[in-house]
C-alpha cells in the first residue's frame, strides 16, 4: 500500500470538526484552534451546494442547533431541514451564522460571527498557518455524509460527490495527507476502485462484528473507526493483527482517552484536543 511508506504518528489526535469544544465547529477558527494544540489531523465533513461548490458542514442544511438565517434570526428545528445547502449557491450559505448562537452542548465554545466555509478556504487557511508557524503537515480527515434516501435530494450522486472533493484537495495538498471515511460504505467501495492510492477509514457505530462490517466493505481499509464505547482491547489486538489501524470517536472525557491509549489504539477522534495536549498525547508544537 502507498500510505505504509509514509509517516504516521504513534498515536494520532483527530480535531473533531476542528475543535468544536472551543471554537464554532467545522469553521476556519476551529480549525486553526486545533493546530494550536498539535494535532496530527483535522477532521470535517463536507457537503455539496447547488452550484457544486464543496462546503465543509455536518449536516446538508442549516441546523437549528448552531445557526442563525441570512437576517439573523433563530431556525426553527422543525424547519431546519428546508434549508437544504444542496439548493442553495454558495452566496447564499455564506449569509447564514453559524457561530453567534454557540452550541449549548459545548458551553467552552466561544461564539463569534461566521460562515460555512468552502473547502477551499480551509486549506488554504490551514496551510498557510502550518507554513507560517513552520509547524508540522497535518492530515485531513474528511467525512462524505451520504445515504441512498438522501441521494439527488441533500446530495449529489456519490460518484460525482467523491469526484468534487478528490478534485479539490488534489489541488491544495499531496493526496497522501487525505483520509477519507464514512458510514455508506457505498463511498468507501468507490474510492477504494477510483482512487486506490487513498487511505480509507470505515467509521462503524452498529454493534454487528467486526468481520461482518470488513465482509460487507469488501476489503480491508486502512483504519476502522467505531464509536468508542464499541471498542475494546481484544478487537484493538485483532485488527492489529488484520493491519488495520484504530481510531475511534468521539472521545471527549480525559478518562477515556487514557483508557482507550492504554487498549492500544492508534489514535482518537476528540472535540477537544487541548485536553488530549495535557496529557502529551498530542505533538509538542503550536503557540498554546
Not at 42 to 61: F, G
Not at 108 to 128: F, G, N
Request: hydrophobic share 35%.
Amino acid at each position: 500500500m502507498a500510505a505504509s511508506s509514509q509517516y504516521i504518528p504513534k498515536f494520532d489526535v483527530q480535531g473533531h470538526r476542528g475543535a468544536r469544544g472551543l471554537r464554532p465547529e467545522n469553521t476556519i477558527p476551529a480549525f486553526l484552534a486545533a493546530l494550536d494544540t498539535g494535532v496530527t489531523t483535522l477532521e470535517l465533513d463536507v457537503v455539496i451546494t447547488k452550484d457544486k461548490q464543496v462546503v465543509v458542514s455536518h449536516e446538508p442544511w442549516m441546523s437549528a442547533a448552531i445557526c442563525l438565517d441570512s437576517t439573523g434570526i433563530a431556525i426553527a428545528e422543525k424547519s431546519e431541514k428546508k434549508y437544504n445547502i444542496y439548493q442553495m449557491t454558495y452566496d447564499e450559505v455564506k449569509l447564514f451564522d453559524c457561530g453567534s448562537k454557540g452550541n449549548e452542548k459545548f458551553p467552552e465554545q466561544q461564539k463569534m460571527r461566521v460562515a460555512k466555509p468552502l473547502l477551499s478556504d480551509v486549506l488554504a487557511a490551514v496551510e498557510t498557518q502550518i507554513k507560517n508557524l513552520n509547524s508540522y503537515e497535518v492530515d485531513y480527515n474528511i467525512e462524505i455524509k451520504s445515504s441512498p434516501q438522501d441521494e439527488k435530494k441533500f446530495h449529489p450522486t456519490i460518484e460525482e460527490y467523491s469526484d468534487l472533493v478528490y478534485n479539490l484537495v488534489n489541488e491544495y495538498i499531496p493526496t497522501d495527507r487525505l483520509v477519507i471515511q464514512s458510514f455508506d460504505f457505498r463511498v468507501l467501495q468507490y474510492w477504494h476502485k477510483k482512487y486506490p492510492d487513498i487511505r480509507l477509514a470505515a467509521l462503524v457505530e452498529n454493534t454487528k462484528s467486526i468481520d461482518a462490517n470488513l465482509k460487507d466493505l469488501g476489503f480491508k481499509p486502512s483504519v476502522y473507526s467505531p464509536y468508542f464505547k464499541l471498542i475494546n482491547k481484544e478487537k484493538v489486538h485483532y485488527l492489529h493483527q488484520e493491519k488495520i489501524r484504530v481510531i475511534p470517536w468521539t472521545v471527549n472525557e480525559v478518562s477515556d482517552m487514557l483508557s482507550l491509549k492504554g487498549m492500544g489504539v492508534d489514535g482518537i477522534i476528540t472535540d477537544y484536543p487541548d485536553r488530549a495536549r495535557k496529557y502529551k498525547m498530542t505533538l509538542n508544537i503550536g503557540r498554546k
